[in-house]
């Protein structure tokens, strides 16, 4: 038997990279999955690879996230997990010199999007008694870098919002948690890597920032994400877990 067998679940961000790799996973071991995303022909494609249903969701307006959330109850009747997971690295720039626009629309996205998320889904969870909340935050809001304002910001702002969600809703069975990977191969690498002089050189360069050798891959960071989620960690709440090859105890 799967250790997500018959639970509701949904993702966003699922069209690509950790979400699309947790959505495969979680679907495998038995969950009925959400793929909410934007991106509505791939995420369409990953709904119809994991036996799945696609919302499309945009995080940063409360409304539809509000309507991703009812959808998911009218349909299944009960939501156990949501994994905020959508979000953006922004611009690369010197606090200085960095925009207001950029700095509005990664807080929208990585910040407002997890808010939305959690205020949306726990009067269900409440509701039910229990459920669990997996948000995906970063290294950088462990260990903060310079360039990455907006980014970094948020990613520390999601993990406190997590352990404050987990501590108020503790006494109704529902636990909180964050995973902070550091550099992963997906999407959002690509996009951080566009104007490198030299991808490879700068690929192998953060596989180098880790202890363990090589870079973490989606796979670890999903089989993390599996057990925030199901019953192997049950007493576990308002922890922020580094996926990270030993990076941040540097």
Not at 3 to 27: H, P
Not at 154 to 181: D, Q, Y
């Amino acid at each position: 038997m799967g250790k997500l067998t018959d639970r509701i679940a949904i993702i966003t961000g699922a069209a690509s990279g950790i979400g699309q790799t947790c959505a495969e996973l979680f679907a495998a071991e038995g969950a009925k999955v959400v793929v909410a995303d934007l991106q509505e022909d791939t995420g369409k494609q990953v709904a119809a690879s994991v036996g799945g249903t696609f919302q499309r969701v945009d995080v940063t307006d409360a409304s539809s996230v509000e309507e991703m959330v009812q959808a998911t109850v009218a349909a299944h009747g009960r939501i156990d997990i949501l994994m905020n997971n959508a979000g953006i690295d922004g611009e690369q720039a010197p606090t200085a010199v960095s925009t207001l626009e950029n700095w509005e629309r990664v807080m929208a996205i990585n910040m407002d999007g997890v808010y939305f998320g959690m205020k949306s889904v726990l009067p269900v969870m409440i509701e039910q008694k229990g459920g669990v909340i997996l948000n995906t935050g970063s290294t950088v809001g462990l260990n903060a870098m310079g360039y990455l304002p907006a980014y970094t910001a948020s990613k520390a702002g999601v993990i406190h919002l997590t352990k404050a969600v987990a501590i108020e809703n503790a006494m109704h069975h529902i636990r909180a948690n964050v995973i902070c990977p550091s550099v992963v191969d997906t999407p959002l690498l690509q996009h951080f890597m566009k104007n490198a002089a030299d991808p490879e050189s700068a690929r192998a360069g953060f596989a180098s920032l880790n202890p363990l050798p090589g870079m973490v891959t989606r796979d670890a960071v999903a089989k993390a994400a599996l057990f925030l989620v199901s019953d192997d960690s049950a007493f576990i709440t308002a922890v922020a877990l580094p996926i990270d090859g030993g990076y941040t105890a540097r």
